[in-house]
């Protein structure tokens, strides 16, 4: 048997390290497949970003170089030199506003505008509306800065005025070398931001400050890439440039560097954002010419995982039926060897079967005899305790009959004696020719004889011995023959009964046995109950769905904890020696189990004991007195 166990654990043991090997290499195809498919994605990510940046950068740099040259152009106007000369000159003013509001409808720019050295407009394309820039001074800003002293400058911001961003080109405009204004002219990129989003590109552009300006999603414009430092808020908050604008983080996770210019990243979405929390991208980055901005284009890479885990499948698929080739041909192999060996074995256990099956065959004939006789032993041992059992409830009946004779033998001396005296007037009463007294004694005779049959009746049919199951017991019924027997006790003792029964109730069991038990519970309460003041038993009955319920309540002592613990054992008794043998409540709960009922005792929460009798409703026409 250990050998066995042990051959056993050793097999056990080889398929587990079997099967984890195979676990092991087809993970191991899946792993290789896994990346490689990913490898080459990215590759390919990288070169359709690369493209993509091409694309969106020559289109913004051709977008802007549009507009270049105009500020350079707008110095050659004699009228703008004029203006900067004069510059309350109301009629040159509203010249140069027509002029300026007649280029900037034909170049499509936001608005185009003329300061004078101080940083004041003087003139502007917009200067019939409600918002015009004329009179503003916006000396504050980078772009009169740089140009003031020579410099053409580019800067991207959001106006003061209206809060529209927009890309600024400025020139200086001077008069024999000496600069005496700055021509502005702001522009507008939403077309190209609407042309990203109809193409469902990610791309943004970030400037010097790491502070996205143009995205191609609106959640992203004017998000910073990273935290700013002190000095740098407080130089925009200086010059305005996104007019105090509060700039919320864009958070980025970089994953790991695929290049010196691209990147595998995660952006996490700001709430409200219809995306989902979590996205990996292939972030392409790239420097624009002639600014300090960055252009980026995010890839998803999505459909790179999804193909790398759909070509890892299909590597562990392909790597599991290689496996499983190899291993049904190693099996065929080992089969056929094994075949060859069986056949030989199975001959030689065919013919120790045939030799264990004729041993086997005298065995089953032997025990099957045997089992026969224990069958009938069996069967005569259960109808002696059968019978053992009714005479015990028979002879406990008796001794309830022996407890109950003094009783009714005072019972019956009353009528006896009437008996006796009514019969010897008689006579006189007939020898004197008095027959109205006559008859009267001879009907008072015929009643007291009734009254002595009654009894005598009751008493015969409570020692009448009855059958083991089956019967129709009525409740109301039974409990007054129990009632009637102990009548007697019940006088003397001064022993209040209050019945609270609900009628019509049948219980499918013998009614004699039942009133057996009921005779022996009373009993045991009026033992409970002697010489005891205000004795008084309760007797309840109500149905509860297929079965009924009977319960008894005196208002004694109790049970003590010891007496609940062994209360239906054989002969235990709390009454003193010599009175009762204690098998009452053991005969009561026995002859209730047999009619598939149950009895319980507990003590009553407002004192004394009480005891349940639980019996089946009979299931047909409900039985009437």
């Known amino acids: 048997m250990l050998l066995h166990l042990m051959a056993k654990h050793r097999s056990l043991s080889g398929t587990l390290l079997y099967l984890a090997l195979i676990a092991l290499i087809v993970a191991g195809f899946a792993c290789w497949?896994?990346?490689?498919?990913?490898?080459?994605?990215?590759?390919?990510?990288?070169?359709?970003?690369?493209?993509?940046?091409?694309?969106?950068?020559?289109?913004?740099?051709?977008?802007?170089?549009?507009?270049?040259?105009?500020?350079?152009?707008?110095?050659?106007?004699?009228?703008?030199?004029?203006?900067?000369?004069a510059p309350r000159d109301l009629i040159l003013q509203k010249q140069v506003n027509r002029y300026l509001e007649h280029l900037t409808?034909?170049?499509?720019?936001?608005?185009?505008y003329i300061m004078d050295n101080q940083g004041q407009v003087i003139a502007t394309s917009n200067w019939q509306q409600p918002d015009s820039f004329l009179g503003e001074n916006d000396a504050f800003r980078p772009y009169f800065k740089e140009a003031i002293i020579g410099k053409s400058s580019r800067f991207f911001g959001i106006g003061t005025t209206r809060s529209e961003p927009g890309y600024y080109l400025s020139q200086a405009l001077d008069d024999n070398g000496q600069a005496i204004g700055v021509a502005v002219v702001k522009i507008s990129l939403s077309r190209l931001e609407h042309t990203w989003s109809q193409n469902k590109a990610l791309v943004w552009v970030a400037d010097a400050n790491r502070v996205v300006i143009l995205a191609s999603r609106p959640e992203w414009k004017f998000a910073s890439l990273g935290t700013l430092p002190p000095q740098d808020q407080q130089r925009l908050d200086e010059t305005r440039q996104y007019n105090r604008l509060k700039l919320r983080p864009l958070k980025i996770d970089l994953l790991h560097q695929q290049s010196s210019d691209a990147r595998v990243v995660r952006w996490m979405a700001p709430s409200g954002v219809a995306d989902s929390p979590l996205h990996r991208y292939l972030e392409q980055t790239?420097?624009?010419?002639?600014?300090?901005?960055?252009?980026?284009?995010?890839?998803?890479l999505a459909p790179a995982y999804s193909l790398a885990y759909s070509r890892?499948?299909?590597?562990?698929?392909?790597?599991?039926?290689?496996?499983?080739?190899?291993?049904?041909?190693?099996?065929?192999?080992?089969?056929?060897?094994?075949?060859?060996?069986?056949?030989?074995?199975?001959?030689?256990?065919?013919?120790?079967?045939?030799?264990?099956?004729?041993?086997?065959?005298?065995?089953?004939?032997?025990?099957?005899?045997?089992?026969?006789?224990?069958?009938?032993?069996?069967?005569?041992?259960?109808?002696?305790?059968r019978q053992t059992q009714a005479e015990?409830?028979?002879?406990?009946?008796?001794?309830?009959?022996g407890q109950l004779s003094a009783q009714i033998a005072h019972?019956?001396?009353?009528?006896?004696a009437a008996l006796s005296t009514l019969s010897a007037n008689t006579i006189k009463y007939l020898a004197r020719g008095n027959l109205p007294t006559a008859s009267g004694n001879l009907e008072t005779i015929g009643q007291l004889v009734e009254r002595m049959g009654k009894i005598t009746g009751a008493l015969r049919s409570f020692a009448h011995k009855s059958q083991a199951s089956g019967g129709q017991a009525a409740l109301t019924r039974t409990l007054d023959n129990a009632l009637?027997?102990?009548?007697?006790?019940?006088?003397?003792?001064?022993?209040?009964?209050?019945?609270?029964?609900?009628?019509?109730?049948?219980?499918?069991?013998?009614?004699?046995?039942?009133?057996?038990?009921?005779?022996?519970?009373?009993?045991?309460?009026?033992?409970?109950?002697?010489?005891?003041?205000?004795?008084?038993?309760?007797?309840?009955?109500?149905?509860?769905?297929?079965?009924?319920?009977?319960?008894?309540?005196?208002?004694?002592?109790?049970?003590?904890?010891?007496?609940?613990?062994h209360l239906f054992e054989p002969f235990y008794t709390t009454k003193p020696a010599g009175v009762g043998l204690g098998l009452g409540l053991t005969l009561s709960a026995s002859i209730l189990a047999e009619a598939g009922g149950s009895l319980s005792a507990a003590n009553h929460p407002q004192g004394g004991a009480i005891f349940t009798l639980l019996l089946p409703a009979l299931t047909g026409e409900s039985h009437h007195d």
């Open 33 to 85: 497949a896994f990346n490689a498919s990913l490898s080459s994605s990215l590759a390919e990510l990288e070169n359709s970003a690369n493209q993509r940046l091409d694309l969106y950068s020559a289109t913004l740099d051709s977008e802007v170089e549009r507009f270049a040259r105009l500020p350079g152009v707008l110095g050659l106007s004699p009228a703008v030199v004029g203006l900067l000369h």
């Open 105 to 112: 409808e034909r170049t499509s720019a936001t608005a185009i």
């Open 286 to 300: 790239r420097p624009l010419a002639g600014s300090n901005w960055q252009l980026s284009v995010l890839e998803s």
């Open 312 to 385: 890892a499948s299909l590597a562990a698929v392909l790597s599991i039926l290689l496996l499983t080739g190899l291993v049904l041909l190693n099996e065929r192999r080992r089969r056929l060897r094994d075949k060859l060996a069986a056949r030989e074995a199975l001959q030689r256990a065919y013919r120790q079967l045939e030799q264990k099956v004729e041993e086997r065959t005298a065995d089953l004939l032997s025990a099957n005899q045997q089992l026969q006789a224990e069958v009938t032993e069996r069967a005569r041992a259960e109808t002696h305790l």
């Open 392 to 401: 015990l409830i028979q002879a406990g009946k008796m001794a309830v009959v």
């Open 411 to 416: 019972e019956l001396n009353q009528p006896l």
């Open 484 to 565: 009637f027997l102990i009548d007697q006790r019940l006088r003397h003792g001064a022993v209040e009964v209050i019945r609270e029964e609900t009628p019509d109730l049948v219980a499918d069991c013998d009614p004699n046995r039942l009133e057996q038990v009921l005779v022996n519970l009373l009993t045991n309460s009026l033992d409970a109950l002697q010489d005891m003041p205000g004795a008084r038993i309760i007797i309840r009955s109500r149905r509860l769905d297929q079965r009924v319920e009977l319960t008894l309540h005196d208002n004694g002592h109790g049970f003590s904890a010891k007496s609940l613990q």
